[in-house]
């Protein structure tokens, strides 16, 4: 099986295209997209009620602060939502979109395609797991070179019998604790990507030290860490320290919250006080003072329907 030859092209759910045809990118988002993993039974009798309500502008707000608790939030697989919601990006100059859904998260290469046709947007699909909670049954059972040979497959043949190929291994999911499990399916990532040379994206775990420990373990097992990027920067509240040492480990740092109106969220055992947009400008302004311009990605990462248009 051949390599990923890619040396200044992208491989879309559309085919293969010049890195020049890109455009405007927007680095990590969900078109169609399943977080069902997430959701977290409310307590209280009249949460219980609105978890299972469709979202809407009047529990807008209810959701916003608990969005693990509403299901029909956490899920979209309508390719005309996700058409209706792209469009205005291509309008506005947009030219390419990273699909971050992975095996366990609806990822559907076909829907994908239709969605790129009907937009004109490249969109370019993801390979490999997210976090523990939304791996199959059967992870226990699969070893690093098992998860190596999926990914490669996906990056170099097509998904199932579709035909239709990933550009990128991500989101790769770590948790908190970063589990045993997780760290083989980074160890198969490191595999893929050496067999193939793409780029590979993190969901780091949130937590200065395990978030070290997630690209410790891709670097001993032999990953390009120019290659990889660290998502959620301006959501994980890392320390400017920790950040730094992403920086000095040669990885890409992701601002992907931009445009989105959910400040405060409990994850991981934690509130998360996401940044602003003008708190995420700041930030990536002082890296740049630093001389990391380069090692920037932006991105919205819509995943959640209470941040729709």
Request: include cysteine.
């Amino acid at each position: 099986m051949a390599g990923l030859d890619l040396a200044g092209r992208v491989q879309t759910v559309l085919g293969t295209i010049d890195g020049e045809a890109l455009g405007l990118t927007s680095c990590h988002e969900h078109v169609l997209w399943d977080f069902l993993g997430y959701y977290k039974e409310p307590q209280d009798e009249s949460d219980r009620r609105r978890a299972h309500e469709p979202v809407t502008m009047e529990n807008l707000h209810w959701i916003r602060t608990r969005p693990g608790a509403n299901m029909d939030n956490l899920f979209q697989t309508d390719e005309a939502l996700a058409i209706k919601e792209l469009t205005p990006f291509k309008e506005a100059g947009g030219g390419t979109v990273v699909e971050m859904s992975n095996r366990g998260m609806a990822r559907d290469p076909s829907g994908l395609a239709r969605v790129s046709e009907a937009t004109g947007l490249n969109i370019v699909m993801g390979s490999g797991y997210y976090v523990a909670d939304s791996h199959p049954a059967d992870m226990d059972d699969k070893t690093g070179q098992d998860i190596a040979d999926e990914i490669v497959t996906d990056l170099l043949e097509g998904v199932g019998d579709t035909g239709i190929r990933a550009g990128i291994i991500g989101e790769i999911g770590c948790s908190v604790p970063f589990t045993e499990n997780e760290r083989k399916v980074m160890r198969g990532c490191a595999i893929a990507q050496r067999r193939t040379g793409a780029p590979l994206n993190v969901h780091p775990s949130v937590d200065d030290d395990l978030v070290l420990e997630n690209i410790r373990e891709l670097r001993e097992s032999g990953a390009d860490l120019t290659r990889v990027a660290i998502s959620h920067i301006d959501g994980f509240n890392f320390r400017t320290d920790t950040v730094r040492r992403i920086l000095e480990a040669g990885c890409y740092l992701e601002y992907d919250g931009f445009g989105q109106a959910v400040y405060h969220i409990p994850y991981a055992g934690k509130v998360l006080n996401r940044l602003s947009d003008m708190g995420r400008l700041e930030a990536i302004a002082e890296w740049i003072a630093e001389g990391y311009r380069d090692r920037i990605l932006m991105a919205q990462d819509y995943c959640f329907k209470c941040v729709l248009a």
